[in-house]
């Protein structure tokens, strides 16, 4: 089966932690994407990535960072400079960046104490 | 400043009872318009995309239609199981998508 794959589901750090969220793809699709939820509002975009070994910000970059060392993967770290990490983490893959729909995968919620 | 507006931003049907929901923008360079189904604590799930005025899409119940500055998602005789948060995006000329913070309906019985 053909998807997006995140791992964990759920994750609990202590505050001042760094932690890495997994984002996995099957679908041969060049684009990746980083998105946060919060309730209420609508999805905000972390950072995304065109092609391997090249990404781009996002409007809320601030506090993450990306690799893309391969074509299926994207994980995102969220760092201890990230002021309000907690939330509902979303991870997405088109074709490219093009006129393109993005498919999601099942989310990661990260809840920092 | 590019902005999407969905509204209701909560809607109550009745089971068979049909209404619409409204997605509107003032984002500059439109590139296409995109609608999502999401369900509590799951990602969004791809529904329609429309790239011009006049364009229609359907699936079973829903039906998406596009104008210049605003989107409709037609629901028709809904079912419990359409009870969904749905979402609308814009995609502008960066090829950016802009989120709505959706419409969160309950059907029921």
């Known amino acids: 089966d053909g998807g997006i794959t995140q791992s964990p589901k759920y994750l609990f750090r202590k505050e001042g932690q760094n932690v890495t969220l997994s984002c996995e793809q099957n679908?041969?699709?060049?684009?990746m994407y980083w998105y946060r939820q919060d309730p209420g509002q609508g999805l905000r975009l972390i950072y995304y990535?065109?092609?391997?070994?090249?990404?781009q910000k996002g409007d809320i970059a601030e506090g993450y960072s990306v690799s893309r060392e391969k074509k299926e993967s994207f994980p995102l770290t969220v760092t201890s400079a990230q002021k309000n990490p907690t939330a509902f983490y979303l991870c997405?893959?088109?074709?490219?960046?093009?006129?393109?729909?993005?498919?999601f995968g099942p989310g990661t919620r990260l809840t920092v104490t | 400043e590019d902005q999407v507006t969905q509204s209701p931003e909560a809607l109550r049907l009745q089971e068979g009872e049909s209404s619409s929901l409204n997605c509107s923008y003032t984002?500059?360079?439109?590139?296409?318009l995109f609608w999502y189904r999401q369900d509590p604590g799951k990602g969004p799930e791809f529904l329609f995309t429309?790239?011009?005025a006049g364009e229609e899409k359907e699936k079973e119940r829903l039906k998406a239609t596009l104008t210049k500055k605003e989107s409709f998602l037609h629901i028709t005789a809904p079912k419990p199981e359409d009870s969904a948060t749905y979402l609308c995006a814009w995609m502008d000329s960066s090829y950016k998508l802009i989120f709505g913070s959706g419409t969160r309906l309950l059907v029921r019985p």
């Open positions: 679908l041969n699709h060049d684009a």
């Open positions: 429309l790239y011009s």
């Open positions: 997405a893959s088109s074709v490219d960046r093009g006129n393109y729909e993005q498919y």
């Open positions: 990535s065109q092609i391997v070994n090249d990404f």
């Open positions: 984002v500059s360079g439109l590139r296409g």
